[in-house]
């Protein structure tokens, strides 16, 4: 996705060789604009996939997804980075280790939300050991449900997350994928 790509280097910032600050349009601040067309290209990808349901994981995630849901029209659902104060089984929970905070936090999703019918397609604004992503996956195949694709916003291609989501045979489709990052230095593939 040109534009996109054209954004994170115009604005982006490599805060190491392996962090990516893109707070001007995704992470603090938000370019509506930009996050409608993101909604765009997942549509145009993901159109025939048989999807019925978004996921997504607060808080970086909601912007590009809300506007791939209405696009698509179809319900979405944010993924709580909380444990339930509840755990009465009307919940599935997973333990996820945070790439930037490198600490772990309960992944929560309410029962209330999925069904064994549902093929979800995941979104996130960025993809780096695919720690999130299979956080996300563990609770919708828990419920027995189907993942029918895996969205990125920002691929970090360098790290791990992208061949283990391949290998594992899910469909993702990252619209800007970094080969290297360095000081100085943003490099797609
Ligand atoms: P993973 O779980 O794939 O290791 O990391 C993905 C999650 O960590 C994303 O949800 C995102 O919030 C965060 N993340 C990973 N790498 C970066 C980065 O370079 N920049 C920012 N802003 N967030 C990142």
Same mark, same amino acid.
């Given at each position: 996705?040109?534009?996109?790509?054209? /954004?994170?280097?115009?604005?982006?910032?490599?805060? $190491?060789? #392996?962090?990516? +600050?893109?707070?001007?349009?995704?992470?603090?601040?938000?370019?509506?604009?930009?996050?409608?067309?993101?909604? #765009?290209?997942?549509?145009?990808?993901?159109?025939?996939?048989?999807?019925?349901?978004?996921?997504? *994981? !607060?808080? $970086?995630?909601?912007?590009?997804?809300?506007?791939?849901?209405?696009?698509?029209?179809?319900?979405?659902?944010?993924?709580?980075?909380?444990? $339930?104060?509840?755990?009465?089984?009307?919940?599935?929970? #997973?333990?996820?280790? $945070?790439?930037?905070?490198?600490?772990?936090? !309960?992944? #929560?999703?309410?029962?209330?939300?999925?069904?064994?019918?549902?093929?979800?397609?995941?979104?996130?604004?960025?993809?780096?050991?695919? !720690?999130?992503?299979?956080?996300? *996956?563990?609770?919708? !195949?828990?419920?027995?449900? +189907?993942?029918?694709? *895996?969205?990125?916003?920002?691929?970090?291609?360098?790290?791990?997350?992208?061949?283990?989501?391949?290998?594992?045979?899910?469909?993702?489709?990252?619209?800007? /994928?970094?080969?290297?990052?360095?000081?100085?230095? *943003?490099?797609?593939?």
């Amino acid at each position: 996705m040109d534009i996109l790509k054209e /954004r994170i280097l115009q604005e982006g910032r490599a805060l $190491s060789e #392996t962090v990516l +600050k893109v707070d001007s349009f995704l992470n603090h601040g938000v370019d509506a604009r930009l996050m409608y067309d993101i909604g #765009t290209y997942f549509k145009e990808y993901y159109k025939n996939h048989g999807i019925t349901k978004i996921f997504t *994981i !607060e808080s $970086s995630g909601i912007a590009p997804t809300v506007m791939t849901a209405m696009q698509m029209e179809l319900p979405m659902v944010t993924l709580k980075k909380q444990s $339930s104060k509840i755990l009465n089984g009307d919940v599935y929970q #997973t333990t996820v280790h $945070s790439f930037t905070k490198g600490s772990d936090y !309960e992944l #929560t999703l309410s029962k209330k939300y999925i069904s064994p019918e549902d093929n979800i397609l995941v979104i996130d604004d960025f993809l780096a050991n695919g !720690e999130a992503a299979l956080g996300a *996956i563990r609770l919708i !195949e828990e419920a027995g449900a +189907k993942v029918g694709g *895996i969205g990125i916003v920002i691929e970090k291609s360098f790290q791990p997350g992208r061949a283990i989501l391949d290998e594992k045979g899910y469909d993702v489709y990252s619209l800007a /994928r970094i080969g290297k990052l360095g000081k100085g230095i *943003i490099e797609f593939i």
